[in-house]
């Protein structure tokens, strides 16, 4: 993959993508003073958050344990509505990380350069995500410590899993999709790893980094194959999260259930994916520039506005999405279908749909006036509504259970304290991993910020004769 | 520069990625093999003026995906439809068309693991090595630009390589000795 000159100026930059112009050293300094501070001198801010989504963590883990000792009735499930939260906040955490593949695969294969400033803590947030996603299939299957049957592992009735469920699929998937992202977040930050090592004043630090960054030189023969292997993992990844949520769509998609059983669900559930994802790598990113001033100068404004354009185009497609489920379910003439949706919107749940559609279509149009796209504030809060609505979407679709084809069956489901506290810690867990990444590791990708700087390319140089131009 | 230590190459400072790649292509047209640039970023144009070949990582990649592939698919074909049997409403015990999902699961997962330890493996990183023995090395992570000619190269002469290394512009030049 030999980049030339010529090439990399096909991408139009008039937005500087680093403000202040800073030389290479500058980066590596401004990135890695936030975490070389020892730990007496860790930040008040950064204790008080850690001890409190630690507790939150803790209790999850409580809940948890609570959960397998009394059974599945300490939650709200019934039946008919026999998924519940743990469903809903899978689908929720599985989603939020899409974001982060989205940034550091799609966008590198269209060589989107602004990524190079989120994509690092956007690709730590896929994984702190991805593992709070995987706990709630774990723990909603009631019995715990069978919890195992969900893999192709010889038990002792030599059955295996029945691989034409989609919950099976959900595993495979997902399971391949934290392996890759975990994967690429690491291979992305070898060489940051290694100036890490290189700056290292203890011993202990020089040690630890110096195995993490599995003895990395910088060598040209090995950037070649790393810059392939970071190309084929951008691409192996774009179908991969393509696929992992329109997977976790057939979880819906796949049964009878009316609102549930129709070919939208994919493309619908990809594209609200990277909606809700984008929403949280932008409250992050956000909460980050607050607490780490130096982070301003690379995720600028500029920054900050792409991602809420991509929101609104995710927002829309949502919102289309919305609507044409309604259409079809008129037009369809299937009169459970058409009760499903009218149900949905006016029914005993109707609180919850104009939730969703107020947060993830009506308020996101603010994003058309630039002045507000570019006000952190607004996108802080709108940021934030995207969370509860794109929360809200999933619980609207997993509720289509409480009214099926027998009306003596609905029932009206209502979340207990033990599935609200689940929640909540859950939140814990994916904040208290987060905190312990921007503390530890590099938060942003300094070999690829350097990278894509203008003084990087070796045609920069002012003082260079034109002639040189066609060289190399 | 002591009589006792071993040399183990030589180790140049360039000002820039614009002086880095012309000394590259020099150090290249003097016939060293066993050199290599080191660099905070991939400089562009590097391959070339290195003369590298492409990396052979795409086609193990691509093998791998096969082999996930050809596993995903045989793994649920033998336990569906060969050790144990099961009638799952009504559908053929080989339902290809419901084995996809993990099938295209599987082959992403063999690629990404092959895609990452084969650019390891390919790299021959090691914990010890002769440029590690500079003593501005250190800089190559952060903002410096080296070129680095080992001992092993049939055409290493200490003298003449640091002298090579002054003559093609290095801002600074040093040997890398065993410590």
């Known amino acids: 993959m030999s980049v030339t000159a010529e090439n990399t100026g096909l991408v139009i930059e008039d937005i500087p993508l680093v403000k202040g112009d800073p030389d290479f050293h500058k980066i590596t300094t401004d990135i890695c003073r936030i975490s070389e501070k020892p730990i007496t001198k860790t930040p008040r801010w950064w204790w008080i958050a850690f001890i409190i989504s630690g507790m939150l963590a803790m209790n999850l883990l409580i809940m948890i344990g609570y959960l397998a000792w009394e059974g599945v009735g300490v939650w709200g499930v019934n039946i008919p509505v026999g998924w519940g939260w743990a469903i809903v906040n899978f689908v929720f955490w599985v989603g939020i990380g899409h974001a982060g593949t989205l940034i550091s695969a799609i966008l590198f294969l269209f060589r989107q350069k602004w990524r190079t400033s989120i994509n690092r803590f956007a690709e730590a947030m896929t994984i702190c995500a991805v593992i709070c996603a995987g706990v709630f299939p774990g723990i909603h299957v009631g019995r715990i410590w069978v919890a195992y049957f969900m893999f192709p592992v010889p038990n002792q009735m030599s059955i295996w899993p029945n691989f034409r469920s989609p919950l099976l699929w959900d595993i495979f998937a997902v399971g391949t999709y934290f392996t890759a992202s975990a994967l690429f977040w690491y291979t992305g930050m070898i060489p940051d790893l290694a100036t890490y090592r290189d700056r290292a004043k203890s011993k202990i630090k020089k040690v630890v980094f110096g195995i993490l960054s599995l003895g990395w030189r910088g060598g040209n023969r090995q950037w070649k194959h790393y810059e392939v292997a970071y190309l084929l993992l951008a691409g192996i990844s774009t179908p991969l999260v393509l696929s992992v949520h329109s997977v976790v769509s057939t979880d819906f998609a796949t049964s009878i259930v009316p609102g549930w059983h129709t070919t939208i669900f994919p493309p619908y559930f990809v594209a609200g994916a990277i909606f809700s994802g984008f929403a949280m790598v932008m409250t992050l990113a956000i909460l980050a520039r607050k607490v780490l001033p130096a982070l301003q100068n690379y995720i600028t404004i500029d920054t900050l506005e792409r991602m809420a354009k991509i929101m609104m185009v995710t927002g829309m497609m949502v919102g289309y999405a919305y609507s044409t489920e309604f259409f079809i379910a008129w037009y369809s003439g299937n009169m459970y279908e058409r009760f499903a949706f009218i149900n949905r919107a006016f029914g005993p749940y109707w609180w919850a749909y104009w939730t969703m559609v107020s947060c993830n279509v009506i308020i996101p149009q603010l994003f058309w006036i630039r002045k507000l796209r570019r006000t952190i504030p607004v996108l802080f809060a709108l940021s934030i509504f995207t969370n509860i609505g794109m929360w809200f979407e999933r619980f609207v679709i997993v509720m289509s259970l409480h009214a099926d084809y027998l009306p003596s069956s609905w029932d009206y489901y209502k979340p207990t304290w033990v599935d609200a506290w689940t929640f909540i810690g859950s939140f814990g867990l994916f904040l208290t991993l987060f905190l312990l990444f921007i503390r530890f590791l590099p938060v942003m990708a300094m070999s690829e910020v350097k990278g894509v700087l203008p003084r990087a390319n070796p045609h920069f140089h002012h003082n260079m004769p034109p002639a040189h131009k066609g060289e190399a | ?179």
């Not at chain 2, 996930?68 to 060969?82: I, K, R």
């Not at chain 2, 080992?150 to 410590?179: H, M, S, W, Y």
């Open chain 2, 1 to 179: 520069m002591s009589d006792n230590k071993i040399i183990q190459g030589v180790i140049a400072e360039f000002k820039d990625p614009a002086d880095i790649l012309h000394a590259a292509g020099k150090v290249r047209d003097a016939g060293f093999k066993e050199w290599d640039v080191h660099s905070p970023f991939p400089v562009h144009g590097m391959d070339d003026a290195m003369g590298e070949k492409r990396s052979p990582l795409g086609w193990m990649v691509a093998f791998a995906a096969f082999t996930g592939v050809v596993v995903g698919l045989g793994m649920q074909w033998w336990m569906s439809a060969v050790d144990y049997k099961l009638v799952i409403a009504g559908k053929a015990f080989f339902s290809y068309q419901a084995f996809f999902p993990v099938t295209f699961a599987l082959g992403v997962l063999f690629s990404v693991i092959t895609a990452v330890f084969g650019m390891l493996g390919l790299n021959k990183l090691r914990f010890h090595h002769p440029v590690f023995h500079s003593n501005s090395f250190e800089r190559s992570t952060d903002d410096a630009f080296f070129i680095s000619i080992l001992a092993e190269d049939k055409k290493f002469d200490p003298n003449k390589t640091l002298q090579f290394f002054k003559e093609i512009g290095c801002v600074n030049v040093e040997l890398l000795e065993e410590k």
